[in-house]
């Protein structure tokens, strides 16, 4: 997908505040992106569809650079979706957790690996990135079972529990919604297009209260931050609904004799 660098909204913000660094503006303009995306959660993203490997419950989200993961909306296993807990809930429904190769070590684990096809470029291609592993030992697999739950333990990183097994195949489909990373210097071109007057809001409000500048204007600060909050309300009903329109009604509760 193409981005659209954050520094191509700095000429609507300039005149608002006279004389600050465009180097200024960006970072506010990057900073109001993130808040904008983590409130709204517009910008959604499908990762692509992959295989859980047979022995593995942790994984990192494939998702586009310089973007991290918000929410996750769903996790789709073999199109029966999984349980989304935090980590204290997964604590409690798996005390047990779960151990890479249900705790084998990785060199007994590629043991069996045929040592005449390992690094070769058969191995690499119809190995690796075919998400497929050499034969494992029943040992490494002996915790394993069909995955029914995902939590995400740090920014980056979610296991999947209890650990697969090689039974069957579990094909993952995810659903979630991304935002700038802190040093990242643009965003999705879409998903920018659509909150840009709330990103410009939202950067106004917070450099218009600057101290020492000569740009400083806390009642027009005061009317950004009107405007931004009243449209990342629009913006978060925007997402949820989409280009659907839901149908409302409404049913008379009964009273109890």
Same mark, same amino acid.
């Given at each position: 997908?193409?981005?659209?660098?954050?520094?191509? $909204?700095?000429?609507?913000? &300039?005149?608002?505040?006279?004389?600050?660094?465009?180097?200024?503006?960006?970072?506010?303009?990057?900073?109001? &992106?993130?808040?904008?995306?983590?409130?709204?959660?517009?910008?959604?993203?499908?990762?692509?569809?992959? /295989?859980? $490997?047979?022995?593995?419950?942790?994984?990192?989200?494939?998702?586009?650079?310089?973007?991290?993961?918000?929410?996750?909306?769903?996790?789709?296993?073999?199109?029966?979706?999984?349980?989304?807990?935090?980590?204290?809930?997964?604590?409690?429904?798996?005390?047990?957790?779960?151990?890479? @190769?249900?705790?084998?070590?990785?060199?007994?684990?590629?043991?069996?690996?045929?040592?005449?096809?390992?690094?070769?470029?058969?191995?690499?291609?119809?190995?690796?990135?075919?998400?497929?592993?050499?034969?494992?030992?029943?040992?490494?697999?002996?915790?394993?079972?069909?995955?029914?739950?995902?939590?995400?333990?740090?920014?980056?990183?979610?296991?999947?529990?209890?650990?697969?097994?090689?039974?069957?195949?579990?094909?993952?489909?995810?659903?979630?919604?991304?935002?700038?990373?802190?040093?990242?210097?643009?965003?999705?071109?879409?998903?920018?297009?659509?909150?840009?007057?709330?990103?410009?809001?939202?950067?106004?409000?917070? $450099?218009?209260?600057?101290?020492?500048? /000569?740009?400083?204007?806390?009642? $027009?600060?005061?009317?950004?931050?009107?405007? @931004?909050?009243?449209?990342?309300?629009?913006?978060?009903?925007?997402?949820?609904?989409?280009?659907?329109?839901?149908?409302?009604?409404?049913?008379?509760?009964?009273?109890?004799?």
């Amino acid at each position: 997908m193409a981005n659209r660098e954050f520094s191509t $909204l700095a000429s609507r913000l &300039a005149p608002s505040v006279p004389g600050c660094p465009q180097p200024t503006i960006i970072q506010y303009i990057r900073d109001s &992106a993130i808040r904008t995306c983590e409130r709204t959660l517009a910008w959604r993203y499908v990762q692509p569809v992959f /295989n859980l $490997l047979p022995g593995v419950f942790e994984y990192s989200y494939n998702k586009p650079v310089d973007t991290d993961v918000h929410a996750l909306f769903d996790a789709i296993v073999n199109d029966w979706p999984l349980d989304r807990l935090t980590l204290e809930q997964a604590l409690y429904q798996f005390p047990e957790w779960a151990d890479l @190769y249900s705790g084998v070590d990785p060199n007994v684990v590629w043991l069996q690996t045929q040592s005449n096809v390992y690094n070769s470029n058969q191995y690499n291609s119809s190995q690796y990135n075919n998400n497929s592993q050499g034969p494992l030992p029943e040992s490494a697999l002996v915790d394993g079972s069909e995955p029914r739950a995902i939590c995400q333990v740090t920014p980056d990183k979610y296991v999947v529990l209890p650990l697969p097994d090689a039974d069957r195949v579990y094909t993952m489909r995810m659903f979630y919604a991304l935002k700038p990373k802190r040093n990242s210097s643009g965003m999705d071109e879409v998903a920018f297009n659509e909150l840009e007057d709330v990103i410009m809001h939202g950067a106004l409000q917070h $450099l218009l209260v600057l101290p020492n500048t /000569n740009w400083s204007d806390r009642e $027009l600060a005061s009317y950004h931050a009107r405007q @931004y909050v009243f449209q990342i309300a629009e913006r978060r009903a925007r997402a949820n609904l989409g280009n659907m329109r839901g149908v409302m009604s409404a049913r008379m509760q009964r009273f109890g004799i």
